[in-house]
Nanobody, 118 residues
């Protein structure tokens, strides 16, 4: 499975962005898709995941209520809707998938940069 993340950019505090993650290859083996972010010098932070078939979701406390993860199975695409963005949300955002790997993420997209600044 190959993943392509997109949708990052510059947004003002309080604004919104929607990130997309397009999957290709053996997508029928995807168990879940997750979103992570990383700031240089800091550890990668888990944000949310969604199970590909059932659509069950899980969120990190830091984004619960502001971010919404979803997926369009027909289009093999996952999304991360980000609302009420804060400057501390500035980071590179990555999508990842668990492909026949249980809870382990073994497919990663390239990062898409989100900058929250006035």
């Amino acid at each position: 499975v190959q993943l392509q993340a997109s949708g990052g950019g510059l947004v003002q505090p309080g604004g919104s962005l929607r990130l997309s993650c397009s999957a290709s290859g053996t997508t029928y083996y995807i168990y879940k898709m997750g979103w992570f972010r990383q700031v240089p010098g800091k550890e990668r932070e888990f944000l949310a995941h969604i199970t590909w078939t059932g659509g069950s979701t899980l969120y990190a406390d830091s984004v619960r209520g502001r971010f919404t993860i979803s997926r369009d199975k027909a289009k093999n695409t996952g999304f991360l809707q980000m609302n009420s963005l804060k400057p501390e949300d500035t980071a590179s955002y990555y999508c990842a998938a668990s492909v026949r790997a249980g809870n382990m993420y073994n497919a990663w997209g390239q990062g898409t940069l989100v900058t929250v600044s006035s």
